[in-house]
């Protein structure tokens, strides 16, 4: 076999197995496919029960590798107390953001919203929680029942 054919021959099986001869993981099965969802933001609130939260819920996903995986579906649901998340779902900006906002159910207490990875060839178990506490609001009026004079 001439040099260069051998050449050929090894620079072909270092690019099946993905070895850097063939750049920046080119051809690697993982590559931008979702692997890591996170909280960026939104995590660990508090608010009145039955009020929306001031900052907005936001997950990050990523690859293998960390880098954002854009265009990808996440869903958010309500799993404890109630409430409701608007949009309940979002697709992930070129930075893999979603976000959503949470308005808390009606009673006090820890509440929670699970996001979750969805189609393009996520992992079935692609999700992350995020929690909030609820807290009885304000007294909206003082009325005296009995015990006057």
Known sequence: MSLLRRFAFLLAIACALGLSACGDGVGL??????ARIVVVSGDT???A???TLG???VVRVSDSQDRPVADQGVGFAIDVG???????SATTNSEGLASTTWTLGPTAGQQRVRAQANGN?????LAV???????????????LV???A
């Open 45 to 47: 609130q508090s608010g």
């Open 55 to 57: 900052q907005a819920l």
């Open 82 to 88: 109630g409430g409701q998340v608007t949009p309940a």
């Open 129 to 143: 929680n995020v929690t909030a506490s609820a807290f009885s609001g304000s007294a909206g009026r003082l009325e």
């Open 146 to 148: 009995s015990g006057d």
């Open 29 to 34: 099965p993982d590559e931008g496919a979702p």
């Open 49 to 51: 029960a039955g009020g």
């Open 121 to 125: 060839g996520a992992p079935a178990n």
